[in-house]
Structure formats: structure tokens, C-alpha cells
């Protein structure tokens, strides 16, 4: 009775493990090594398929690799994807046209900043520390943390009496595109 109960678990281990694997696109997954440890990134082309490119692209042109978390704040939210650090800064390329959905902003979730125009969205975004529906419908949703949200909650916060701004701020070590790392 107990071989066949060990049995059975391994076997639904081995389905579940083998589902995961094959829900795994290794094109739309996004690997960003920080100070603690490894986040992974689920990209979501079917959300936001010109942002999901764009991400990809400065990815792949090595854009984020160093670039700090230039405002980060506690209980809500990290932001990154400035070359000058100072959230004023972005890409080459021109501005993004907004591709909002009702997509909710829940733990992890990742998403494009912008000013004030919805047009706006270049190279940064921000990942939300926790839910933040104030947000929803008004931010590009593109992707979610599946992994390594206990390291992006150890990215170190900013002042609250500075809007987040962060003094010696943590920085992405690297960001690939998990179809081209080669392990």
C-alpha cells in the first residue's frame, strides 16, 4: 500500500513537473540577476505584444545590465530601465503607444512606466511589491515575477520623503532573454 502511495506521488510530481516545462517559452522569459539572487520573468506578449518586444530587444542589446533602481518605494513598488538613473532617462528608440488592459496589478506584476502621457512608456517600468489596483487599466502590463520575488523585495528602498529616491541604489547585475542563455 505505501510503494503504491510513493508510487502515485511520483508519478503527479513528475506530471506536474513535465506541465511546468512545457508552459515554459523560453523566448517570452526573462532572467534578471540582482545582488541576492536570480528573478525570472514570464513575459506577456498576448498583453502587450509591442512592449513585450521593446523589453526584449534592450534586453538583448545588453540596455539593462547595471542600470540601478532609481526609485523604489517600500509596500509598493521598484523602478528601473534608466541608463542616467535618474528617471528622467531612456532608450534610443522612440516612445511606445499605450497597450493597457483590465490585467490587475498584483504582487509581481510587471509594468511599463511612463509620465504623464499614456503614450509615453520607453525603456522603464516597475515592479509592484504588492497589489496596486489604483494602477490597473492605467500602466502596460507586460510580464510577472514566477520566481525570485524574495529577491526583488530585498531591493533596497528609498527615501519616502524623496518619492523613493534611492541613495547607492541596487542595480540589475544582468538581464537575458532565456532563449539565448545558453546553461
Known amino acids: 500500500m505505501l510503494k503504491r ?4 506521488l511520483l508519478v503527479a510530481l513528475g506530471l506536474s513537473f513535465s506541465a511546468h516545462a512545457a508552459d515554459f517559452d523560453k523566448e517570452n522569459t526573462i532572467y534578471m540577476d540582482l545582488k541576492d539572487g536570480r528573478v525570472v520573468i514570464k513575459l506577456r506578449p498576448d498583453l502587450a505584444p509591442k512592449h513585450v518586444e521593446r523589453i526584449k530587444k ?3 542589446e545588453g540596455f539593462y545590465d547595471g542600470v ?4 523604489v518605494i517600500r509596500g509598493f513598488m521598484a523602478q ?27 504582487t509581481g506584476t510587471l509594468s511599463m ?6 503614450h509615453s512608456a520607453n ?17 502596460t502590463v ?3 515575477v514566477v520566481d525570485g520575488m524574495e529577491y526583488v523585495n530585498k531591493i533596497k528602498k528609498g527615501s519616502s520623503y524623496e518619492n523613493g529616491k534611492v541613495t547607492n541604489p541596487d542595480k540589475i547585475i544582468r538581464m ?7 546553461e
Open 176 to 182: 537575458q532573454v532565456a532563449a539565448d542563455v545558453k
Open 142 to 144: 507586460f510580464g510577472q
Open 68 to 71: 540601478v533602481f532609481h526609485r
Open 58 to 60: 534592450l534586453t538583448r
Open 123 to 139: 525603456s522603464q517600468f516597475f515592479i509592484v511589491f504588492k497589489k496596486a489596483a489604483h494602477l490597473d487599466g492605467q500602466y
Open 113 to 118: 512606466a511612463r509620465s504623464r502621457s499614456p
Open 5 to 8: 502511495l510513493v508510487l502515485s
Open 80 to 106: 528601473t530601465g534608466d541608463p542616467t538613473g535618474t528617471g528622467m532617462g531612456g532608450s534610443q528608440y522612440p516612445d511606445l503607444p499605450a497597450e493597457f488592459t483590465n490585467t490587475p496589478h498584483e
